[in-house]
């Protein structure tokens, strides 16, 4: 049976279009059972594929994070990235992929900019269209391209306007989804919760009708962001095809009906015929390659295999920064006396960032536990603490509905502890494995769908090792008691102060220590009232708990400790950096300074071992003001499941590292070119730095910054010769040899071409990228690379006083090296007319 589309929209009655338009749950279009037309299911996200349950859900491949894929400056193994998405999607029965993230990092303290790939628009746009080719490849699964557009930053998300010129639009916010759109033709697009100069994206004509539609001559599906949708006319107007999640709040039958009828305004039916088009476009994507439907809805763990895991690995490999080597201490030798020290070395939310790119991994290899793979005894200390709340306390425990196996039972019952009889059976009951319980999705046929009142009791045993001091921390969406031996220790209900946790919707953590012996089982219980219970939100859902644990720690006796080690071991490893608390959807972090004691402990390892291996884990950068003492330094990211083999895989040399610098480094916060400009303020957020974004602006000013855009060291050494540059009418084009100048080592060089404007009429960037290349050679082996570019994107700016875009006439470079301050070959040409035209 062919699935027509205009036959169908022919067929359906009004109120069956307006169900299309409009998602029946969170993840799930609506089905015509009567036409053929299935559900389509939508899952999260930017760095694996979730499934449908937030809490308690099915385990799933956990990807790098996308400053680490970018980082790679690989295409094809991006793309390879993409396909292992889809294949995990089969595995979770979802037909749409909710990413990949492609928003540019206005400056370095953006909650999701560890989600996106890059500062440059170019890098961003060859990274979207890589990924999303590689999902859409078998025409299966569609990929959707978030979040359209200028959604930069995380401070009062839902209502800031973000005041942007249109010049640095064009150039800078609009062009990886432009690149994306050319390159990969994602099926969907999400707009963002933010409004661009006075108008939410939801509902922007501009944007979506006029570029989107219109210039760029894309045809596939808008959905909005979750709760993103803002009105009814404008947003079926002007914007969006699908608003989720469902149930609907501005595209009921009952109010859809009623603007039809009234003539107050000029909703008509065509209307929502343009926008079911769009939602049937997308079923037919998946009836053409899938069948019929339904689809399986079933989660699985089956793609949990050791070809996803090598995939897995070679990715946060390859997307591994050498900073530093100043005294070739890396590759270490794995025959030497070796000390791991650092909270990062064993922490098991450094894997991802938080929000909605977290998710229950199928497992985390921690630093830790790669290098004791690759050497046969290590030490360890801790040397201080990193953590913003505490976590880590579910996963050690032990529990009597599953025979005292790892983790807590977790028992929901419709009314609080204190109002049920000792009889009364719980509603539901399972046993949950992490401490950070994201309860959004909950639901239960007892439970009002409405109110979404519930009550759930966690319970479980905690033994500790040691005897000694442990704080326990406790931060709710909802209300929370945390009993030690049903003894209150810690009351998150009776008063409540709000915090950052579950999206900045729930409390600040509470804290209490409580002295505990080796070797004892503490019974711990924590009642939970669900979101609706708390004192200070009830506008996310059925809610969410962070619980966890730490042994009191000296600091100055750890940092001490960890001195100790340092003196007497060859290899010193310090891990170092953030994690999911301090990156995360729903809030920006206030600065770059790493957290607590860290910098501390830095300073005190580097002074008495200066050949000490500093890796830092992070999206997104970090101050580091013992740089200059530091010779040897490695940037991780989130490396995903796989994250501490592939760090381990760098350091001693079984990988030979070839990661860029995805973005620029400054050397400290108030360098970086939105400093000013960040947070939203009276409602708006102003993009003052212009197009001078990233690298763009610290060239401009020759502002010195840690360490440059595209820049990343290896084992081995390149060496660039013979640059040639031809121009015609159309394009410019580059030849030009690399050659591995190094004797030991097969590496991997990411060569970048940047072009730069002579003598433009207008203030422009010193340089721009605008095309990479990665190449593998072997010791002494050279490679010729020729890199077409088409003349108007390569060398165009967008005129505001003409509204169109303009390839100015004058002499222009190309610019080929291994980073964005390391130019080894310049080549000029020159365009010989002026043209402006209305599109690129």
């Known amino acids: 049976m062919t699935f027509d589309v205009n036959s169908l929209l022919e067929q359906l009655t009004t109120e069956e279009k307006v169900s299309l338009i409009s998602a029946v749950d969170i993840w799930h279009t609506a089905k015509i059972d009567r036409l053929g037309v299935p559900s389509i299911r939508v899952s999260n996200g930017p760095n694996g594929v979730t499934g449908t349950k937030c809490f308690n859900g099915v385990p799933a491949a956990c990807f790098p994070n996308g400053t680490c894929l970018a980082s790679t400056f690989d295409p094809k193994l991006m793309e390879n990235a993409g396909e292992l998405m889809a294949l995990e999607a089969d595995h979770k029965g979802a037909q749409v992929i909710l990413g990949p993230t492609t928003n540019i990092q206005r400056g370095p303290l953006g909650g999701r900019g560890f989600e996106s790939f ?10 979207t269209a890589s990924v999303v ?9 569609a990929a959707t391209v978030k979040h359209f557009v200028c959604n930069d930053l995380e401070h009062e998300r839902f209502s800031s306007n973000s005041v942007v010129s249109e010049r640095a639009l064009r150039e800078i916010y609009l062009e990886p989804f432009r690149l994306a759109i050319k390159l990969a033709d994602p099926k969907c697009i999400m707009t963002s919760y933010n409004k661009v100069n006075g108008v939410h994206c939801s509902e922007n004509y501009k944007l979506t009708q006029k570029i989107l539609r219109g210039e760029w001559k894309w045809n596939g599906m808008i959905m909005s962001d979750w709760y993103g949708t803002y009105s009814s006319v404008e947003a079926i107007q002007h914007g969006i095809d699908i608003e989720f999640p469902g149930p609907s709040k501005f595209r009921k039958w009952e109010i859809i009906k009623h603007l039809l009828q009234s003539k107050e305004n000029d909703l008509r039916e065509g209307d929502i015929d343009d926008r079911c088009r769009h939602v049937l476009d997308l079923v037919k994507y998946v009836v053409d390659s899938r069948g019929e439907g339904p689809y399986s809805t079933l989660e699985d763990t089956k793609n949990n295999t050791p070809k996803t895991s090598a995939t897995l690995r070679k990715i946060a490999a390859d997307g591994i920064v050498l900073l530093k080597n100043d005294k070739n201490v890396l590759p270490l030798s794995k025959g030497k006396s070796t000390v791991v020290i650092g909270p990062n070395a064993i922490a098991l939310n450094t894997y991802s960032g938080g929000g909605s790119a977290s998710l229950n991994p199928y497992y985390v290899v921690t630093p830790l536990e790669g290098i004791k793979k690759k050497v046969d005894k290590v030490d360890f200390t801790i040397g201080c603490h990193s953590h913003k709340a505490l976590s880590g306390l579910f996963e050690f425990m032990t529990n009597d509905l599953d025979k005292f196996k790892k983790g807590v039972s977790a028992r929901f019952y419709t009314k609080p502890a204190d109002e049920r009889s000792l009889a009364e059976k719980p509603i539901d009951e399972v046993v949950v494995y992490n401490s950070y319980v994201m309860l959004f999705d909950y639901a239960n046929p007892v439970v009002d769908i409405n109110t979404k009142l519930f009550y759930t009791d966690f319970e479980g045993y905690f033994t500790p090792t040691e005897t000694a001091d442990y704080e326990f921390g406790c931060q709710v969406f909802g209300t929370a008691l945390f009993y030690l031996n049903d003894e209150l220790l810690i009351d998150n209900k009776t008063h409540q102060t709000k915090g950052t946790f579950c999206f900045s919707s729930g409390t600040i953590e509470e804290t209490a220590v409580a002295h505990l012996k080796a070797g004892e089982n503490y019974k711990i219980r924590v009642e939970f009232g669900s979101g609706i219970t708390s004192k200070i939100s009830t506008d996310f859902g059925a809610g969410g708990l962070q619980v966890g644990v730490t042994k009191v720690i000296d ?17 010193v490893i310090l ?13 920006d972090r206030d600065n770059m300074i790493l957290p607590r004691r860290t910098n501390d402990l830095v300073s005190a390892v580097l002074k008495v071992n200066p050949n000490t291996v500093v890796v830092n884990q992070s999206g997104m950068p970090v101050e580091m003001p013992w740089l200059k003492d530091c010779q040897t330094l490695v940037q991780a990211w989130y490396g995903g499941d796989e994250l501490g083999n592939a760090i381990a895989d760098v350091l001693f040399g079984d990988v030979v590292p070839s990661g860029k610098l995805s973005l620029s480094w400054p050397l400290k916060n108030q360098d970086n070119p939105a400093y000013l400009n960040f947070h939203t303020e009276k409602g708006r ?9 990233g690298y763009r602006y610290y060239d401009k000013l020759q502002l010195k910054v840690a360490f440059p855009f595209g820049y990343g060291l290896s084992y081995t050494t390149f060496r660039y010769d013979d640059l040639k540059v031809t121009v015609n009418d159309t394009t410019v084009t580059a030849s030009f040899t690399v050659a591995n100048s190094g004797d030991k080592y097969t590496g991997k060089e990411a060569v970048q071409l940047y072009v730069a404007s002579l003598n433009p009429s207008v203030i422009r960037p010193v340089k721009e990228l605008k095309a990479f290349a990665k190449t593998e050679l072997k010791p002494g082996e050279s490679q010729t690379i020729k890199l077409s570019l088409n003349l108007k994107e390569a060398c165009s700016y967008f005129d505001e006083y003409e509204d169109k875009w303009c390839l100015e006439a004058g002499k222009y470079q190309i610019q080929v090296g291994s980073s964005s301050d390391d130019i080894h070959l310049i080549g000029d040409f020159e365009v010989r007319k002026t043209v402006y035209f209305s599109k690129l």
């Open 555 to 571: 600091a100055e006796k750890e940092i001490q400790q960890a001195v100790s080690l340092a003196k007497s071991h060859d290899n």
């Open 133 to 141: 080719s590689g999902i859409q490849k078998t025409g299966k699964v």
């Open 118 to 127: 890059s500062e440059d628009p170019y890098l961003s746009g060859i990274s």
């Open 685 to 693: 957020v102003l993009y003052g730095e212009d197009v001078f974004v």
């Open 575 to 587: 891990f170092i950096g953030l994690n999911s608390e301090w990156e995360s959807e729903g809030y």
